[in-house]
């Protein structure tokens, strides 16, 4: 490959021509890109930087995430300063801030926010009262055995339906209590009721140690009827329609037109949309087993697992050195006002959002944003047009999905209305809980009303983006298009090999191996012959055997099941904005830029967006819970399938990033 340019040669270049966009000070030429184009590529940063101690990862989306989160205390401490007209979202975001930051006020309160709500779980008399309790207790966002809500009807996505489906856990998955033959998980599970029996005891409970052991056993129960993560993703599977009065054939005895009353939705619907009927099943057997005392302790403890972090210090320390330091390895918690931002973005995001987008977002850069997004689906289309292994039958389906895409950048249309959610800055557990209470009622709210297909679910500052097969959507919030995503003053190749990827990855949610069961309205049904499915699930067990054999921390290998969306999500993402990188040329000759080729720059910009470090407490409940592969693999697992990859670098048979052209994927 080419030399790199030195120092004041790249000076004179920025001077007077586009620049390259690749932070070349990061190489560690030590390392080859042919053995390693993840270590290549970032090598200095990684062996030059630490993590920091209030972090469980570093690297690049969470320096973005911070500088976001510092444009956004700036908005907040502002409105927190001012004195705002009563009602207006600014008096709401500042108060709120304000009441999170009041430490001092928290410290003596102590555990009396929540003393009624523990009275009120005391004061259960029978089992026939859960379904009334679960309905409040999710109201204020607690955690309970199942949940309930509202969302757009898989199979009709012009309505809205109910459905249920499996929570009540309150360790991050259900390996966790399971698996007893894994040192580390068996470890955790016996900190995990350490830590319940002493914040019971917190909390004023009797015998918090034996109420801690029956409350672990309860959720391991839970856990034992759970379904897998792997078998949540199978949208085909979770999809089970239930007359409201046929529920008492899957859960007998548990009065259901209670539960669905709790949850705001009772006597709106005659069906309900059941996520995992063989748990609803075992876990009403659970409860009817149970003792009312200890699922009043269970009830107790999420309760105070949930507002912990809203209570006096002892409280919030205790919940940071479990769920922080146990569980992801984190020594250090983070400084207050990222958490009070935090929780000022969690509940009033948009109000937050909308100050923003008026502040860091200006039009031209949603504008170039529009036009890239043009670009890869065009792409997306000339590629689906040219595919070697679908038939017409399922291509001009696929065709009719991607031009029913539906992109949004930057920001919504139509800015969330707060109007009807109280905020006292006297009141922290009592704006959360109004805060909750408020999302939760605008959710069931929607029940019986035409689908809003402007509403985002994602805020403006948050440095992410997301499809929603249901819309049949692809969302860009503002956050993201900076660098090293998006940089105005880069040549095209960096962009389009990280944007544009993003931009790509997004689009192949669609046409992952669960967005491709939905259609171009977003309905799930079937709209592939089996010849042509049976040809890409060839190419999918492929791509699970490649990430399944990777191994972030030793013992603990990636799940190429769980993973299977967001890989074939990057695999198809960069191979499509490779193919736009290459129109948008005009058949030119890309610049060479600091000793760079556009190929090479373009697969760089990929590989360097994936820079980072996590703690292997971290990475271990990332393989147990995160359908996203660890950030090395996203980089050299991605780019050991790209035909271009190979060309740009020259990598060869015997180099270690080198894959026999049979075992490379491609899949769209």
């Known amino acids: 490959m080419a030399a790199f340019a030195n120092a004041a040669d790249t000076a004179t270049q920025h001077a007077t021509g586009p620049v390259s966009g690749i932070e070349t000070q990061f190489i560690d030429t030590s390392v080859r890109p042919q053995d390693d184009f993840f270590r290549y590529l970032n090598g200095k940063w990684l062996q030059n930087t630490q ?28 409105d927190a300063k001012e004195k705002a007209k009563a009602g207006s979202d600014q008096q709401k975001v500042g108060d709120l801030y304000n009441s999170f930051m009041d430490e ?146 899957l859960a007998p005895g548990y009065d259901w037109n209670a539960a669905l009353a709790a949850a705001g939705v009772g006597g709106k619907t005659g069906t309900v949309i059941v996520g995992q009927p063989s748990y609803l099943t075992a876990m009403n057997q659970t409860l009817q087993n149970t003792e009312l005392s200890t699922l009043q302790s269970y009830f107790k403890w999420q309760l105070l697992r949930e507002y912990s972090p809203y209570l006096s210090k002892p409280f919030s320390e205790a919940n940071f050195a479990f769920y922080g330091t146990v569980i992801s390895g984190v020594p250090q918690e983070r400084p207050r006002w990222q958490r009070g931002v935090a929780a000022v973005e969690g509940a009033l995001g948009e109000a937050v959002g909308r100050q923003y987008v008026a502040q860091y977002f200006p039009p031209e850069r949603k504008a170039r944003m529009e036009e890239l997004v043009k670009n890869l689906l065009a792409a997306y289309k000339d590629s689906i047009e040219h595919l070697d292994w ?54 069931v709210g929607k029940l019986g009303k035409p689908v809003d297909r402007e509403e985002w679910g994602m805020t403006p500052q948050t440095v992410n983006a997301y499809y929603n097969s249901s819309l049949n959507e692809i969302v860009f919030p503002a956050a993201i298009l900076q660098p090293p995503f998006f940089n105005a003053a880069a040549d095209d190749a960096v962009n389009y090999g990280a944007i544009g990827a993003v931009i790509g990855h997004e689009i192949g949610h669609g046409f992952d191996d669960k967005g491709s069961q939905s259609d171009g309205d977003g309905n799930l049904r079937n709209w592939w012959t089996d010849s042509d499915r049976a040809a890409f699930k060839t190419k999918t067990d492929m791509l699970d055997a490649q990430y399944s054999a990777f191994e972030p921390v030793p013992g603990y290998h990636v799940n190429g099941q769980l993973t299977m969306g967001e890989n074939i999500g990057d695999n198809s993402g960069l191979a499509i904005a490779y193919k736009a990188y290459k129109i948008s040329l005009h058949g030119k000759e890309a610049p060479v830029i600091d000793g760079l080729t556009g190929d090479q720059r373009f697969y760089m910009g990929f590989g360097q967006v994936w820079r980072a470090k996590m703690r292997d407490d971290a990475a271990i409940l990332q393989v147990k819970t995160d359908p996203h592969s660890p950030a090395q693999f996203r980089a050299n697992g991605t780019v050991r399938n790209q035909p271009g990859f190979y060309e740009a670098f020259g990598v060869k048979e015997g180099d270690k990033m080198y894959l026999a052209p049979k075992d490379r994927v491609t899949i769209w």
């Open 51 to 78: 993590i920091p101690a209030d972090k469980s990862s570093w690297g690049t989306f969470v320096q973005l995430r911070e500088t976001s989160l510092e444009q956004a205390r700036g908005i907040i401490e502002h």
């Open 390 to 443: 679908m038939g017409p039958e399922t291509r001009a389906q696929a065709l009719d999905k991607l031009a029913k895409f539906s992109p949004h950048i930057g920001y919504p249309v139509k800015w969330r209305d707060y109007s009807k959610l109280t905020i006292n800055k006297d009141d922290l557990v009592g704006n959360v809980m109004r805060a909750s209470q408020f999302a939760r009622n605008r959710n």
């Open 104 to 249: 001092k006020k928290l410290d003596a309160l102590g555990i009396k926010p929540l003393t009624g709500e523990l009275h009120r779980i005391s004061a259960l008399k029978d089992k026939k009262a859960l379904p009334a309790l679960v309905g409040h207790l999710s109201d204020i966002g607690v955690n309970t055995p199942y949940r309930i809500g509202v969302a757009q009807d898989s199979k009709n996505s012009t309505q809205y339906a109910v459905y249920m489906s499996q929570s009540g856990l309150g360790l991050p998955d259900r390996d966790y209590y399971l698996k007893k033959d894994d040192k580390r998980m068996a470890s955790t599970l016996e900190k995990y009721e350490q830590h319940v029996a002493k914040v019971l005891a917190l909390a004023g409970e009797k015998n918090a140690e034996a109420q801690a052991k029956a409350i672990v056993g309860f959720e391991t129960q839970l856990a034992t009827a759970q379904w897998n993560r792997v078998e949540l993703r199978d949208p085909v599977k979770r999809y089970n329609k239930v007359e409201v009065a046929k529920l008492a054939e």
